[in-house]
């Protein structure tokens, strides 16, 4: 069992930058691949980022590319989402979720846990 907590939304105009943080309980954090996914106003829940067990993966969505960072410290049992360049189409919640296989994936159903979500809300 694993159970995540996010933290590090807010509130910020365009252009600037926040980094979200979802610590994780359970001795085999390190054997997960960790995502990102967001839900804005009246949208599906859609991927952001992930990052494999290890940290040398990752995946990101087309629209975070370059702007977006996901990291992970196995030690802390913490995984990381470094937000750049932020606009108004970045609201939303943002959720983390763990997968038990290690590699990384992209799709919601592949996912095992998830946290409560954290709000993020970019002003123009």
């Known amino acids: 069992q694993v159970q995540l907590v996010e933290s590090g939304g807010g509130l910020v105009q365009a252009g600037g930058s926040l980094t979200l943080s979802c610590a994780a309980s359970g001795r085999t954090f390190s054997g997960y691949a960790m995502g990102w996914f967001r839900q804005g106003p009246g949208k599906e829940r859609e991927f952001v980022a992930a990052?494999?067990?290890?940290?040398?993966?990752?995946s990101y969505e087309d629209s975070v590319k370059g702007r977006f960072t996901i990291s992970r410290d196995n030690a802390k049992n913490t995984v990381f989402l470094q937000m750049n360049s932020l606009k108004p189409e970045d609201t939303g919640v943002y959720y983390c979720a763990a997968h038990r296989w290690g590699n990384v994936v992209t799709t919601r159903h592949e996912y095992d846990y998830w946290g409560q979500g954290t709000q993020v809300t970019v002003s123009s």
């Open positions: 990052i494999s067990w290890g940290g040398g993966s990752t």
